[in-house]
């Protein structure tokens, strides 16, 4: 399995952006696909994003698709996720996770290791 540490979260009015990080530890982070969920209290862990092993591939959530973008880069071990036009229902717990089963996987049980998540507030 592979390490990884979520960093970049933090409070912002709606209509803001964001750069959330996921710095992976080992030397086969570009064999995982990774992607990015978030948790809303009370909430399920729900898909925002995911890139494939290469990054050539990527797939969105609806509620997300045209304002978020998901991005790696292999040789730095890590992946992004820059948000813009925040809404307020954005705000949520946000986890990176990674996979090797799948090629673009959605669901949460595609995914073999997660980091510990980072708080997202959106001001209205």
């Known amino acids: 399995q592979v390490r990884l540490v979520e960093s970049g979260g933090g409070l912002v009015q709606a209509g803001g952006s964001l750069r959330l990080s996921c710095a992976a530890s080992g030397r086969t982070f570009s064999s995982y696909a990774m992607g990015w969920f978030r948790q809303a209290p009370g909430k399920e862990r729900e898909f925002v994003a995911v890139i494939s092993w290469r990054g050539t591939d990527t797939t969105y959530a609806a509620s997300v698709k045209g304002r978020f973008t998901i991005s790696r880069d292999n040789a730095k071990n890590t992946m992004y996720l820059q948000m813009t036009s925040l809404k307020p229902e954005d705000t949520a717990v946000y986890y990176c996770?990674?996979?090797?089963?799948?090629?673009?996987?959605?669901?949460?049980?595609?995914?073999?290791?997660w980091g510990q998540g980072t708080q997202v507030t959106v001001s209205s």
């Open positions: 996770a990674a996979g090797t089963r799948f090629p673009i996987p959605t669901r949460v049980a595609d995914f073999d290791s």
